[in-house]
C-alpha cells in the first residue's frame, strides 16, 4: 500500500513502504515537511509529470566518513590542485546546474523541478541545506558541484554535478573530509551506485540506517554557512 499524504504534517512508518522503497506519494515541499521526512529516514524524488513521491529505501546506501576512499589516481589530480573548492558560496548555481546535467540514457532536466529547487534553496536560506563548489583553478568557472542537508551529525547528500568527471569527486572527498573533521557520523547516499562504492560507501539494512540515524540526530543541528577550511590540512 502507497499511503497519501494530506496537509497534516505526518508520514507513515518508513517499514512500510514498498520493495522498491516508495512509501507515500503526495503532501508538500515545505520545510517543516523536508525537515521531518529526513530526520525519519525518508526523502522526496519524483518526475515532473509524478505528484511528489517519497521514498526509503531498503538496503540504504551510507558512508561513514573514516571510511572514504581515494584511488591512487584521484590523488595524483588532488597534487595537481585543478580545482578551487568552496562551501555555501553559490547554493542556487549548484542546484541549477544539477538540474540540467542530465544522467545516462536521460534528456532534459532531472527531476529537480521548480517546486523542489525553490524548496532546497529555502533550506538553504534557513542553513540547513549546503553546498560545495568546484572552480576551474585557472578560469575560476563553476564546473562541479553537490549539495545535501546537514541534521545533528549526518549529511542527507541529495544531488550532484560534473562537467569534467573528476570536479564532482574533488567536491565529495573534500565534503567528506570537511565532516570527518566536524566529527559528522554518516552520510546518507540514498541508493547504491557503483562510483560511490568506489568511494567506499556501503549499504546497510533500513533498520540499521534508521536507528543510527535517529541516534545521531539528538546532536544539535548548526544551522547558518558552512566556512571551507584551508583544502590542503583536508586532502592529504
Known amino acids: 500500500m502507497i499511503f497519501r499524504l494530506n496537509e497534516r504534517l505526518q508520514f507513515p512508518p518508513p517499514y ?14 515545505s520545510p517543516d515537511r523536508l525537515l521531518l521526512a529526513y530526520r525519519m529516514g525518508i526523502f522526496p524524488w519524483y518526475s515532473h509529470d509524478e505528484p511528489i513521491l517519497w521514498w526509503s529505501p531498503d538496503p540504504r546506501m551510507v558512508l561513514y566518513p573514516p571510511k572514504l576512499k ?6 595524483q589530480i588532488i597534487k595537481k590542485q585543478p580545482f578551487d573548492i568552496s562551501f555555501d558560496t553559490d547554493f542556487d548555481a549548484v542546484i541549477a546546474q544539477c538540474r540540467q546535467t ?8 532531472t527531476w529537480i523541478d521548480d517546486e523542489m529547487q525553490a524548496a532546497y534553496c529555502e533550506l538553504h536560506r534557513l542553513g540547513y541545506a549546503h553546498s560545495v563548489e568546484v572552480r576551474n583553478a585557472e578560469t575560476k568557472q563553476l564546473v562541479g558541484g553537490l549539495y545535501g542537508l546537514a541534521l545533528g551529525k549526518c549529511y542527507f547528500g541529495e544531488s550532484m554535478f ?15 573530509k570537511y565532516l570527518h573533521q566536524q566529527q559528522y557520523a554518516l552520510i546518507d547516499c540514498q541508493v547504491e551506485t557503483e562510483h560511490l562504492a568506489s568511494m567506499g560507501a556501503m549499504a546497510i539494512p533500513r ?3 534508521l536507528a543510527q ?5 539528538n546532536f544539535p543541528t548548526q544551522q547558518g554557512k558552512w566556512i571551507m577550511p584551508d583544502i590542503s590540512k583536508l586532502i592529504v
Open 102 to 109: 542530465p544522467r545516462p540514457g536521460q534528456d532534459g532536466d
Open 70 to 75: 581515494i584511488s591512487k589516481s584521484m590523488r
Open 16 to 29: 512500510l513502504a514498498d520493495s522498491d522503497g516508495l512509501l507515500a506519494f503526495g503532501g508538500d515541499l
Open 207 to 209: 533498520h540499521d540506517f
Open 213 to 217: 540515524i535517529d541516534q545521531y540526530l
Open 162 to 176: 560534473a562537467h569534467p568527471s573528476n570536479a564532482s569527486k574533488m567536491g565529495f572527498i573534500a565534503l567528506v
